[in-house]
């Protein structure tokens, strides 16, 4: 719980730096506080787990536990907004930009992130659910002169607001059904046939937990939301939002509703279904990277779900963790690179703009060839075992046709993956009449690094997916 306490306290004591007049040293001061953060909750990982805050109910003794599951993923969000931070560099030339409130509200969001990875309490889902929600509302709508960055804000608002109404309607019929609120209690009593009460509480926070992941039919918010958002800010919800929501959806079905398997299975596998098809299928029809990317998101929220789906307590776990971070490390340099790209060429994020990377800027189109490629889940990266560890878990449940659906859906991913590497490497036009595209020496570096770990989890997945975390 360290983590928790640092980060609000770091997060408060850096709006204070909002007053220096030299903005260039707060990134490097963020970026330390965040690896002082990820230290802090890597010790937990040899400890044993620890439970945070009384509860008044006696099942249990805390709110909050710090378990090597809570550990790991807690890992993975703050190191992704690590590698993340290094592509603000435009915000820290930009004057106008307020760049201590950006860091703080990350930081704040972060304490979200690390409350829904390890809550045992349905209250502190929901506290966790909005404290990481409330700051992305703020900044998806940081960029006050863009009418796209405005729409994305109040569309991220008024749908987020919709969404957490249910989920809290939800808990409190959980709550009717169980009399209480901890994961242990009603494990108790959602066993065999639960009862309507209980059951439509669960479907209720299922839809909750299903519109924060982007899952469909709950997904209509992200193409918009994430498109005329701030890229910087998009790749946080794409990567942080995501991974932190997901371990909060299967931690809470594999503590309460393992019993319950057989009556919430055919709800997840019909989202399952619907979202690789209308991930996959609507990235195909975009011509922008970066809501292509949006619709890429989607499509692995499908992926993801299928470790719900599986629910092996020897696979699930460690599968979920291994895409997590597969899939952020990629995100983070995809993102990163339609960003820098998007800064130095007026602001443009379609397919033609990266034309003639290649020989402008050949280290970026390195670094967006890798990341499309495990995106695309071709052998030799990281999003290849990613995707064979879920297809294997699925594979034990004798689930044949909706790992051959997934197949089928990863192979028109290729498809669309294969555009933006076709537009920098092979395009007709070699792009004289584009600029090169800027890069500083710490976000180049930070390439480098998400891309070497891309490479990295593709030769040696055990590094990762060899960690007991369940």
């Given at each position: 719980m360290n983590a928790i306490l640092f980060l609000s306290f770091f997060g408060i004591a850096n709006l204070f730096m909002a007053f220096t007049k030299r903005k260039e040293i707060i990134?490097?001061?963020?970026m330390v506080g965040l690896l002082v953060v990820f230290g802090l909750t890597a010790l937990d990982w040899a400890g044993p787990a620890t439970a945070w805050l009384p509860s008044a109910d006696k099942i249990l003794p805390g709110m909050l536990r710090m378990d090597r599951y809570a550990v790991g993923f807690s890992s993975i969000c703050v190191l992704t907004t690590v590698l993340l931070l290094p592509f603000s560099a435009s915000y820290v030339r930009n004057q106008d930009a307020n760049l201590a409130e950006y860091y703080s509200l990350l930081m704040f969001a972060l304490v979200g992130a690390v409350m829904l990875v390890s809550y045992e309490n349905l209250l502190m889902l929901f506290l966790g659910v909005e404290v990481l929600s409330i700051p992305m509302y703020v900044l998806a709508g940081v960029d006050k002169k863009n009418p796209r960055s405005n729409e994305a804000a109040l569309?991220?608002?008024l749908m987020g607001a919709f969404a957490t109404g249910i989920l809290l309607f939800g808990i409190a019929l959980l709550y009717g059904a169980t009399g209480t609120f901890t994961l242990t209690g009603i494990a108790q009593l959602a066993v065999?046939?639960?009862g309507p009460m209980l059951l439509l509480g669960l479907l209720m926070v299922l839809v909750g937990l299903a519109f924060k992941v982007g899952a469909a039919p709950f997904h209509f918010w992200?193409?918009?939301v994430y498109e005329g958002s701030p890229t910087f800010f998009t790749a946080f919800m794409s990567t942080v939002v995501k991974t932190a929501g997901f371990a909060a959806f299967?931690?809470?079905?594999?503590?309460?509703?393992t019993g319950a398997y057989a009556a919430w299975l055919p709800t997840i596998l019909g989202i399952t279904v619907l979202t690789l098809l209308i991930g996959n299928l609507g990235a195909v029809a975009q011509t922008s990277t970066k809501r292509m990317l949006a619709y890429s998101s989607i499509s692995h929220a499908g992926y993801l779900l299928m470790a719900l789906v599986a629910f092996d307590p020897a696979r699930s776990p460690q599968a979920l963790l291994f895409y997590s971070a597969a899939y952020s490390v990629a995100t983070v340099a995809a993102f990163g690179v339609v960003k820098l790209v998007a800064d130095a060429r007026d602001g443009r994020e379609d397919y033609g703009?990266?034309?003639?990377?290649?020989?402008?800027?050949?280290?970026?189109?390195?670094?967006?060839?890798?990341?499309?490629?495990?995106?695309a889940g071709i052998p030799l990266t990281g999003g290849f075992f990613g995707k064979f560890f879920l297809f294997a878990a699925v594979i034990q449940r004798n689930l044949i046709g909706l790992?051959?659906?997934?197949?089928?859906m990863a192979a028109v991913g290729i498809y669309y993956y294969f555009r933006p590497i076709i537009a920098a490497w092979m395009s007709d036009d070699d792009g004289d009449d584009l600029p090169p595209v800027p890069v500083t020496t710490r976000e180049s570096i930070t390439?480098?690094?998400?891309?070497?770990?891309?490479?990295l989890l593709g030769i040696l997945p055990g590094l990762v997916s060899s960690l007991q975390i369940g």
């Open positions: 990134l490097p001061v963020v569309k991220y608002f065999g046939a639960p992200t193409p918009d299967y931690k809470l079905l594999a503590a309460s509703f703009v990266l034309r003639g990377l290649g020989r402008t800027n050949p280290g970026l189109a390195v670094a967006l060839t890798v990341s499309m490629l495990s995106l790992v051959l659906m997934a197949v089928l390439l480098w690094i998400l891309t070497a770990l891309t490479i």
